[in-house]
């Protein structure tokens, strides 16, 4: 008899995703990979969001979390690694951007031993749709965390991000939006943890279906890697 695996904590910030918020999180409950949890955290949503996540409050293994004033993607996130109580923790977005059927092949090589970070990469994947001010913009991320960091890595910015638990309860988190991404990133690096990248599937949408991210984040995201390359690792260390 093959012994259980590890606990995975899903965590899934959501903000106005009423249109497609049903079917993704059907997906996720699918994925073949048991025991796992959900972790659903509302970041004030004004549509038919909140609605949609008291129904699945209900679900098994499944935690909802409302916040009472809209705070950003990152500031989610944190809530949501606050509530997780699996050996490992994945990242999913709440649109259909990407296929929540990668999320095994993600975490395997931490299953295996192989990592205890694995990222899943656009650009070595099926990439639909992508515009090309959005590659652009995503190569220089990669090439910027590449260059800093002295590492190699082709999609700093994907959604797909596992870790130990472990690693994440080391590290103390200031992101509110977007830039979860970049600091998580850097703070692992700096660590002296590798991040392993395997391929996943993106079909990227528009802000007409809901887009959120644009340039100013991409900004933002540069100076955070840039920040977090050359302050002191204790300053981000939980003792």
């Not at 929540?100 to 299953?111: A, G, R, T």
């Not at 099926?126 to 959005?134: K, V």
Request: net charge negative; charged share 30%; hydrophobic share 40%.
């Amino acid at each position: 008899m093959n012994a259980e695996k590890p606990l995975l904590s899903i965590i899934i910030p959501i903000y106005n995703e009423e249109p497609q918020l049903e079917e993704v999180l059907e997906r996720v409950y699918k994925i073949d990979y048991s025991p796992k949890e959900l972790i659903l955290i509302d970041d004030f949503s004004h549509d038919g969001t909140r609605d949609i996540l008291e129904r699945f409050k209900y679900r098994p293994d499944t935690r909802v979390v409302f916040h009472e004033a809209n705070r950003g993607k990152g500031y989610a996130i944190r809530t949501g690694l606050k509530s997780a109580t699996g050996d490992i923790v994945i990242i999913q977005d709440a649109d259909l951007e990407y296929d929540p059927e990668d999320i095994p092949q993600v975490v395997e090589p931490i299953l295996s031993g192989q990592t205890e970070v694995c990222y899943g990469s656009r650009f070595i994947g099926g990439l639909e749709r992508m515009a090309i001010p959005n590659r652009v913009a995503n190569w220089i991320l990669a090439q910027s965390a590449s260059w800093l960091f002295w590492v190699k890595i082709s999609d700093e910015a994907t959604a797909y991000k596992a870790f130990r638990h472990e690693i994440l309860k080391s590290i103390e988190l200031d992101c509110e939006g977007f830039e979860f991404c970049p600091e998580v990133t850097a703070k692992v690096l700096r660590l002296g943890y590798g991040i392993k990248e395997v391929s996943v599937r993106f079909r990227a949408r528009t802000v007409w279906e809901g887009k959120k991210i644009g340039w100013p984040d991409f900004g933002v995201a540069v100076k955070t890697l840039l920040k977090y390359r050359f302050v002191s690792v204790d300053s981000f260390t939980r003792k």
